[in-house]
């Protein structure tokens, strides 16, 4: 009843290919099977937002896809996000700004992050509020992502006008 | 908790999708965007033994106009019809709608046909559908029937589709330019599901309402039209004493029940607020 079935998707750029069951959350199936731990799982019910990936380019929760489903996908994670050992502006501005205590959300919160400034280059305050307010953080008390954010959007228009 | 066991199919066809169904009767279950059925079947609450999914169906990608119609294919994603021009220019009260489902990463995968087979008493879609006279198309082995919304929503997750039945698309009544929409809700926590709200548009000639379609979700087991409300309003001058008789009838035809997130009261007083915010378009929630 429950064969293996295979999937083809593209990671991070490379093209992975595994048989799986067909109830192998998307999550899982990163962690596990392609030991891309990133993704984090807190609530399963598409909640809080820390296994939020880019699928096709789109956030989406890994936790309310099964990895059958989305067969063909191109898939983005958190550990595509820096290059080497340089990091995504993103990423270094949640470092100089305080944006992360525990990490447990961060994943979540840059590819989130990734998709708003992707769309809109010079998000204000509410905007940057409005995109990130469906991810849970239980340490920072948000300012300083927001703070962050608004800081990384900075950068990255300085570096496309450079 | 991780889903049970299940057996998968993928589809590349609607043909190919209701064959199937056809062959699994009761034990098959459509997946779509999975934005509400992944979650049931995480906890277990959705136990399908054959998961049948619809994503490979690209032919029911697709939003267009037929006649006096706007047509939403099965696998149109949430975030497409929000951000598309047609929806827009024709439904602009399902435009209004869609803003209020869910968070940006579930609309980005869940789908408006979904929303609607789901039938949450919380959800926006079936009242949106309610008010712009949708009509469902279901397809099965035996053919088509067109199901209108008001018959299609049943109770609190329950529609009258039957095994071997998939939702192919959705019509829905086109707007007229000059008619005015809109959707109000109220929640607890931002941008997760409301406790309540309305979906409403209305249309005037020369000071005069000559139309008003007027639906309530999240204030009784199942998205709601208040005829008693539409009737207040319906060549009345939409000035304060329409709209108080219409918030009056509002209030007096819905039968809200309390839970942890509001009382009844309070959701049998909301639907009046909100009603009348979005009235007067007042630019509060
Ligand atoms: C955190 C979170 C918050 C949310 N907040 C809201 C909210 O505020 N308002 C709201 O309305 N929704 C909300 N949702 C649910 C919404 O995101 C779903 O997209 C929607 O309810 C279901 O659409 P889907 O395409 O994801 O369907 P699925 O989850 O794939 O399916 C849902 C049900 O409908 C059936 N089904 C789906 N498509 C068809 C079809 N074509 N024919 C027959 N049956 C079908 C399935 O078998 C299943 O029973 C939320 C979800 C999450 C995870
Ligand atoms: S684990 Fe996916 S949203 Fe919480
Ligand atoms: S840094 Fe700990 S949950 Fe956000």
Redesign the pocket.
């Known amino acids: 009843m429950t064969d293996e079935v295979e999937v083809t998707v593209t990671v991070n750029g490379r093209t992975r290919q595994s048989r799986v069951e067909p109830r192998r959350l998307l999550v899982d199936y990163l962690r596990h099977d392609l030991g891309l731990t990133g993704a984090h799982i807190g609530c399963e019910?598409?909640?809080c937002g820390a296994c939020t990936v880019l699928l096709d380019g789109r956030t989406a929760?890994s936790c309310?896809h099964f990895a059958v489903t989305v067969d063909g996908s191109d898939i983005r994670t958190v550990e595509d996000l820096a290059d080497f050992d340089e990091l995504h502006p993103i990423q270094e501005m949640f470092h100089q700004k305080h944006a992360l205590q525990c990490g447990f959300c961060t994943p979540g919160f840059l590819l989130t992050a990734v998709e708003l400034l992707e769309r809109t280059a010079d998000p204000d305050e509410a905007a940057i509020r409005e995109a990130l307010m469906?991810n849970v953080c239980r340490c920072t008390g948000y300012a300083n992502i927001v703070d962050a954010v608004a800081e990384a959007a900075v950068e990255l228009r300085r570096r496309s006008s450079a | 908790m991780k889903p049970a066991p299940f057996s998968f199919v993928a589809p590349e066809s609607l043909d190919e999708v209701v064959r199937t169904l056809a062959e699994h009767g009761d034990d098959a279950?459509?997946?779509?965007?999975?934005?509400?059925?992944?979650?049931?079947m995480n906890l277990r609450l959705?136990r399908?033994e054959v998961v049948v999914s619809?994503n490979r169906c690209h032919e029911?990608d697709y939003i267009r106009l037929v006649d006096d119609r706007l047509v939403i294919g099965?696998l149109v994603?949430?975030i497409d019809a929000e951000t598309s021009p047609l929806v827009q220019a024709e439904c602009p009260l399902l435009a209004k709608a869609l803003p209020?489902?869910?968070?940006p990463a579930?609309?980005n995968?869940?789908?408006?046909?979904?929303?609607?087979?789901?039938?949450?008493p919380?959800?926006?879609?079936?009242a949106a559908a309610l008010a712009l006279e949708a009509e469902m198309v279901?397809t099965s082995a035996a053919g088509e029937r067109r199901v209108p919304a008001h018959d299609f929503f049943v109770a609190e997750m329950t529609t009258c589709?039957e095994p071997g039945?998939?939702?192919?698309a959705v019509t829905f009544a086109r707007q007229d330019p000059s008619e005015r929409s809109a959707v109000r809700e109220v929640?607890n926590g931002g941008?997760?599901?409301?406790v309540g709200g309305v979906a409403l548009r209305w249309a005037s000639s020369d000071g005069i309402c000559t139309m008003a379609r007027i639906a309530a979700f999240g204030v009784g087991s199942v998205a709601q039209r208040l005829r008693d409300a539409e009737r207040a309003l319906v060549g009345s001058d939409v000035g304060p004493a329409a709209i108080a008789a219409a918030v009056a009838a509002a209030r007096s035809e819905v039968d809200p029940t309390g839970d942890i997130h509001a009382d009844a009261d309070y959701r049998r007083h909301l639907v009046g607020v909100l009603l009348e915010r979005g009235l007067l378009e007042e630019e509060r929630p």
């Open positions: 019910q598409g909640v929760r309310l469906n | 279950q459509i997946l779509a965007g999975g934005q509400s059925l992944v979650p049931l959705a399908p619809i029911l099965a994603r949430q209020h489902v869910g968070l579930t609309r995968r869940g789908t408006v046909c979904g929303s609607l087979a789901h039938c949450d919380l959800a926006e879609l079936p279901l589709i039945e998939v939702v192919s929640s941008h997760v599901f409301p």
